[in-house]
């Protein structure tokens, strides 16, 4: 397992250096070996590398600025459903936003929280976290503008509870932005492999238990699919449903000044599978049968 000796720099947010400390770094890694482990995995260090990558969760800012506006995005308040180790809420305070993480830190996850903790001390940032399950949230009605979550949404316990709490805490004309895995497509992102999986949860379990890999981590996720995810959320009280394929928008200074340093652990799991689906999904567009078998779904919808 590696061990740093010195901080890793991140980038820079608007003149601040966003750094990790070995210590925050180690808590990191030995939870993604964990989970790794879970998962019949020996890369953990694709999960650190997804962790810590400073530009997705610039370019996810980006997204929400360039929909809502940079003006209105300096008076709103944020709030991000499974903030995970912290990066994207700590991201949004760096660049001067109102914003609040909340994670529930239980089970196979309970070390996000205290990574998270450690990772905003280390860049001298007040603390923006809090600890509670997303059917349960300790907000006030109509108290956020925006809501957003990346990759949580398929491990909640209850989906439909979840969405009706963030459509209570949201104020009217407040917008929902999510970005989750799609199951009806053919890569399934935890284990990095290519599998049709929208044949369904039981099939996946027998396909990876004749590769060897352990499926107890099948057994929390929500198996999402565009079409119910789009009935979930108009039945959660949401208006102007928009569930298509992730967008990746090229990182733009438009918004505010950031650097990134490059890092000392890279993506690499499940990278030709992944690239097979989208493939795949590209031709399924173009022979027009469907455009809902991307890997990566987007969510943007309206309370």
């Not at 903790?117 to 399950?133: G, H, K, S, T, Y």
């Not at 979840?162 to 009806?184: C, D, H, M, W």
């Not at 298509?244 to 200074?253: F, G, M, R, V, Y």
Request: hydrophobic share 45%; charged share 20%.
């Amino acid at each position: 397992m590696p061990t740093f000796k010195h901080d890793v720099l991140l980038g820079e947010i608007e003149g601040r250096r966003i750094r990790l400390t070995p210590a925050t770094l180690d808590t990191s890694i030995e939870h993604a070996h964990r989970i790794a482990a879970e998962l019949g995995s020996r890369d953990a260090m694709s999960s650190v590398a997804a962790y810590w990558m400073l530009d997705s969760r610039l370019r996810q800012w980006q997204q929400i600025v360039g929909r809502i506006g940079l003006d209105r995005a300096r008076h709103a308040r944020f709030a991000e459903i499974g903030s995970g180790m912290g990066l994207f809420t700590l991201v949004g305070c760096a660049l001067g936003l109102n914003v609040i993480g909340v994670e529930a830190s239980s089970d196979r996850y309970q070390a996000s929280l205290r990574t998270a903790r450690r990772l905003f001390a280390d860049n001298e940032v007040a603390l923006r976290l809090i600890q509670a399950p997303s059917e349960a949230l300790p907000l006030p009605d109509a108290s956020m503008d925006l809501i957003a979550s990346f990759q949580t949404i398929e491990h909640v316990a209850d989906l439909p509870q979840t969405l009706r709490e963030i459509r209570r805490v949201l104020k009217p004309g407040g917008i929902f932005f999510a970005q989750a895995p799609n199951y009806s497509s053919f890569y399934e992102a935890h284990y990095g492999v290519f599998v049709p999986l929208g044949l369904g949860k039981a099939w996946t379990r027998r396909y990876l238990a004749l590769l060897g890999r352990p499926t107890g981590f099948l057994e929390h996720l929500q198996w999402l699919d565009p079409a119910a995810l789009r009935g979930l959320l108009r039945d959660g009280g949401f208006t102007s449903v928009t569930v298509d394929k992730a967008s990746t928008p090229p990182l733009s200074a438009d918004y505010f000044r950031a650097w990134l340093y490059p890092l000392p652990f890279r993506f690499r799991r499940g990278l030709l599978a992944q690239r097979l689906a989208h493939a795949l999904a590209r031709l399924a567009v173009r022979a027009q049968y469907t455009a809902d078998r991307y890997p990566q779904l987007e969510v943007w919808a309206r309370a």
